[in-house]
Structure formats: structure tokens, C-alpha cells
């Protein structure tokens, strides 16, 4: 019972803490040179890792396809499936959880070492406010990058499946690209760029909440990184699923 007062006390003031967040967002000074760094480091820091697992995700899920396509003869259908399961779902879902992977946990990390070595203190002295200096700029460069790399993983998964269907499986490239053109509407990658933006305001938000309340040392920094982690990925299947109700319609 105390454990679940506990998640319930601390999850409220995690909705606190994205009310702060808010507020200060549309406070100025607008630090845009700042925004512009967390882009850099959050996003252009994982397009290597973003790029490498859309590309292999597209040449299995292409391969999967076709071997489920050719017990009914139609090979030719593997283009659109792939296209419209990178776009829909897995392109949003599997860049958010490599970027946790990566950024989320090292901004944890980075902020709750500044917090148990009383750099963030040191901000409230000066008169900075250390949710508008630190939280801000990676909740904003969230929102922009993760859209951004999700349609990188769009390009380079289709790019893969593409490689596989047609050069490994000798699918004719005039069905795989056509039925793509067919299947795949514009409101099948809007949606899957919309789970993006929202995913980063989640990851962005759990991991600096995370960092901005570590306590305890570089035991306590750890500890919250891994709590991080562990919240982002589950926030990120929950507001897939909800998001995912709304858009199809249940």
C-alpha cells in the first residue's frame, strides 16, 4: 500500500512538474542557443543509431512479409505492408525507445549530477531559474527532433525493406513501389509524426524530472536514471496505445 502512495504522490508531482514546465516555457528569455544545443545533442547525436535500426528493422520486417505474402501469392503487397507498419507504428515506437536509450538516460544523468553536486542550488542563488535554463531547451528540442528522426527511420526502413524485397527476394520493383503508393496515405505518416511529437514531450519530460529530483550521491544518480528508462518506455506503449485509439477509433 505504501508503494502505491508512493507511484500515485509521485506521479502527481510529475504533472506538477510539467506545469512548471509549461509555465516557463512561454516566459521570457527565450534561450534559443540553448534549444539549438539540446537539438544537436539529443537529435544529430542519434542518427547513426536511429539510421542503423530503421534500416535492419525494414529488411526483416520485408523479409517476414514475404514469406507470409508468397503462401498466397501475392509478393507484390510486401512494399505497401512494410511501408504503412514503419509509418504507423513501429518507425514512432522504435526511434523514441533507441532516443531514451541514448539521450533520455544521459540527461538524467547529466542533471542529476548537477543536482546531488548543488550546481541547480547554486542556479536558485543567482537568480536562475533551473526548470526555464535546463528543462525547457530539451523538452522543446525533443518536441522538434523526435518527428524529425522518426521520418529518417521512415526513409531508411523502407529503404531496407526495398533492398530486401526486391534485390534478395526478386519482387518485381514495379508492384513493390506501386502497391506502397496505393496502401500508404498521408494521414498514415501524419499520425505516426504526431505519436513522435508526443512521445517527446514524455521521454523529454520523465528523464529531466528524473534528474531534477536524484538524491543520494552517485547511487541515488543512478538509481533515477534507470527509473527514467524504465517510465519512459512504458509511457511511450501507453500514449501509443491511446494515441493509436483515437486516430483508428478504437
Known amino acids: 500500500m ?18 512548471e514546465v509549461l509555465a516557463w516555457t512561454f516566459r ?15 537529435g544529430v547525436g542519434s542518427v547513426m543509431i ?5 534500416t535492419f528493422t ?19 503487397l510486401v512494399g ?21 536509450g541514448r539521450s533520455g538516460s544521459a540527461i538524467t544523468t547529466e542533471l542529476g549530477t548537477m543536482r546531488v553536486t548543488e550546481q541547480i542550488d547554486a542556479m536558485e542563488t543567482m537568480a536562475v531559474n533551473p526548470v526555464q535554463y535546463l528543462v525547457v531547451p530539451r523538452v522543446l528540442a525533443s518536441i522538434v527532433m523526435f518527428p524529425l528522426l522518426t521520418m529518417l527511420f521512415n526513409v531508411l526502413g523502407y529503404a531496407g525493406g526495398y533492398a530486401m524485397g526486391v534485390g534478395v527476394s526478386r519482387i518485381p520493383a514495379g508492384p513493390f513501389i506501386e502497391h506502397t503508393r496505393t496502401f500508404v496515405e498521408h494521414k498514415d505518416i501524419f499520425s ?7 512521445f517527446g514531450f514524455v521521454v523529454a519530460l ?3 524530472y528524473r534528474g531534477y529530483r536524484a538524491s543520494g550521491g552517485a547511487k541515488g544518480v543512478g538509481e533515477s536514471t534507470t527509473r527514467a528508462v524504465v517510465m519512459c518506455s512504458i509511457g511511450i506503449l501507453v ?4 494515441i493509436t485509439l483515437v486516430t483508428v477509433g478504437g
Open 206 to 208: 520523465i528523464t529531466c
Open 58 to 76: 525494414g529488411m526483416v520486417l520485408a523479409l517476414q512479409t514475404y514469406y507470409a505474402m508468397r503462401q498466397l501469392g501475392a509478393e507484390g
Open 80 to 100: 505497401g505492408s512494410v511501408a504503412i507498419a514503419l509509418a504507423r507504428e513501429l518507425s514512432p515506437v522504435l526511434t523514441a525507445l533507441m532516443i531514451v
Open 239 to 242: 500514449v501509443d496505445y491511446l
Open 28 to 42: 521570457p528569455p527565450f534561450r534559443l542557443a540553448l534549444v539549438v544545443g539540446q537539438m544537436a545533442a539529443i
Open 50 to 54: 536511429v539510421g542503423v535500426t530503421g
Open 2 to 19: 505504501s508503494r502505491f502512495r508512493a507511484a500515485f504522490e509521485d506521479f502527481g508531482e510529475l504533472i506538477f512538474f510539467a506545469g
Open 192 to 198: 505516426g509524426l504526431v505519436k513522435a511529437v508526443f
